[in-house]
């Protein structure tokens, strides 16, 4: 069961974001609650009870959806959705303090924290790039941003999907040919901040950091690479984001 945008779940999600950003709130909450009765599986009715529990009027009722959102989550063993349980408790406990509630709202509040620790996701590991490299070269932070050219990036980054990594290399500032590369984390990381509890709940597209360097031990020649025009799509996405990243 992995995260994909080519899921109908995901692209409605998406179409109720895009009514959010228009300001057309009524027919973001129709489209959000078409995603929950379309859901099939225990992915897609987490991430649509999710965005149905944001357009609740009443406390009560964003509750209920919340903890239905917690209970199909629960039910997902991977690194897909854990990473949204510090959210889906804090806002659990939110609105039972809101009801008069605080020992419940104290458990919750101290499950959300249980959470905020480094990812157990074991991989295996991709980094996207164009830079030609070798097995036991070291991938190191200071990099220059594929989105924003100017930032120097304290961070490194890699990712558990190898389609998002391919991504990565598409978008890299080169004229050499794309590369993927299997990489071990040789030290602690974290969930990307700048992807998790966005757009979509949690860490969904498995993107993570670190300070410490990525050791290249592989590489990988196939994945789905995006079209140009595509290609195209997502550098005139980027140009025009106006977001800052989290360095």
């Known amino acids: 069961m992995e995260f994909s945008p080519n899921n109908n779940i995901v692209k409605l999600s998406l ?4 009514m959010e950003e228009k300001g057309k709130s009524e027919d973001a909450s129709k489209i959000f609650l078409q995603a929950w009765n379309e859901a099939t599986d225990d992915l897609e009715k987490f991430i649509a009870a999710h965005y149905v529990a944001r357009y ?8 209920k959806w919340l903890e239905t959102a917690l209970r199909f989550a629960l039910n997902i063993n991977n690194e897909t959705v854990k990473s949204a349980f510090p959210y889906l408790y804090l806002n659990i406990a939110k609105c039972y303090e809101d009801l008069g509630e605080p020992d419940i709202a104290e458990k919750n509040y101290e499950l959300a924290t249980s959470f905020k620790n480094t990812p157990s996701d074991k991989g295996p590991f991709y980094h996207g790039t164009k830079a030609d490299l070798q097995l036991g070269d070291l991938l190191t932070a200071g990099g220059t941003s594929n989105y924003k050219p100017q930032l120097k990036m304290n961070h490194i980054y890699f990712t558990a999907l190898v389609n998002s990594a ?3 290399a598409a978008l890299a500032k080169s004229e050499r040919r794309e590369r993927v590369y299997i990489v071990e984390p040789t030290g602690n990381f974290e969930n990307d901040p700048n992807v998790t509890d966005k757009k979509f709940p949690g860490n969904p597209t498995r993107s993570y950091r670190s300070q410490s360097p ?8 196939d994945w789905d690479r995006i079209t140009p025009g595509e290609l195209q799509k997502w550098r005139e996405k980027l140009a025009h984001n106006k977001g800052d990243i989290i360095n």
């Open 15 to 18: 179409q109720g974001m895009d």
């Open 56 to 63: 609740q009027k009443s406390i009560s009722e964003k509750l």
């Open 166 to 168: 391919g991504l990565a």
């Open 214 to 221: 990525l050791k290249i031990v592989g590489e990988m020649t």
